[in-house]
């Protein structure tokens, strides 16, 4: 079975580009969550999806990152404009609802630079 | 404020010997703790995983232990081998509603020496 999958593995962008990185979730999981890792530092939260829904999205930074997951299978996070302090990895992770989603598994990440 | 911490950056451990790894946490609403392996450029890999209502779970080398009462747990590794050498991330489950995303701790590079 596959895993969590994301697009691109690295990219790199001036300040006040757009970009959009992708996240395939493991086949039948209905949750699906996104976080980054800025400088080396902890993982933390950005949003969580239950299907197409947005169930939580508290984590995320400010009205530059927009995410989306139209038909409850991939989805996408646009961050536009980019600035500096976007830099960092970004990784997505998915669960199972049915199981009680407690194991989240996570996708190899998307490195971001935006110079 | 930081509600999982990991306080040692850094562990070196001898090939063979046991590999103990901390983490503590401060909300007592969490009600599931899981470590996760990372390598570097890849993403987490999950490890193990235990309930609030438990103390213990085992699988193959790795036991992590839960003491609810001082808020900590940590993750055995016995017997450590080279291959084990990456950086451990404890992670925690709030309790209900939206707040099932994990709380990660800033991590442990373990590291196993031949």
């Known amino acids: 079975e596959a895993g969590v999958t994301q697009f691109p593995s690295h990219s790199v962008i001036e300040k006040g580009q757009t970009v959009t990185l992708r996240c395939d979730p493991i086949?039948?999981?209905?949750?699906l969550y996104w976080y980054r890792r800025v400088m080396g530092k902890e993982i933390k939260f950005l949003l969580h999806?239950?299907?197409?829904?947005?169930?939580?999205e508290s984590g995320m930074p400010n009205n530059r990152f927009l995410a989306e997951r139209t038909g409850g299978t991939y989805s996408t996070l646009k961050v536009q404009p980019a600035e500096l302090e976007d830099s960092g990895v970004y990784f997505c992770?998915?669960?199972?609802?049915?199981?009680?989603?407690?194991?989240?598994?996570f996708g190899p990440g998307t490195r971001l630079l935006v110079l | 404020d930081q509600q999982v911490k990991q306080n040692s950056p850094s562990l070196s451990v001898q090939e063979g010997r046991i590999s103990i790894l901390n983490c503590d946490y401060t909300?007592?609403?969490?009600?599931?703790f899981l470590w996760y392996k990372k390598y570097p450029a890849e993403g987490p890999t999950f490890l193990i995983s235990i309930s609030s209502i438990k103390d213990k779970n085992e699988d193959g080398r790795f036991t992590v232990f839960l003491n609810k009462s001082a808020k900590h747990l940590s993750l055995h590794i016995v017997p450590s081998q080279p291959g084990d050498s990456a950086v451990y991330f404890c992670a925690a489950r709030g309790f209900s509603g939206s707040a099932r995303q994990l709380t990660f701790g800033s991590g442990t590079q373990l590291t196993v020496l031949p």
């Open positions: 999806f239950v299907k197409e829904s947005k169930q939580d």
């Open positions: 086949s039948g999981h209905d949750n």
């Open positions: 909300n007592s609403m969490f009600d599931y």
């Open positions: 992770a998915s669960s199972q609802v049915s199981t009680g989603g407690a194991t989240q598994y």
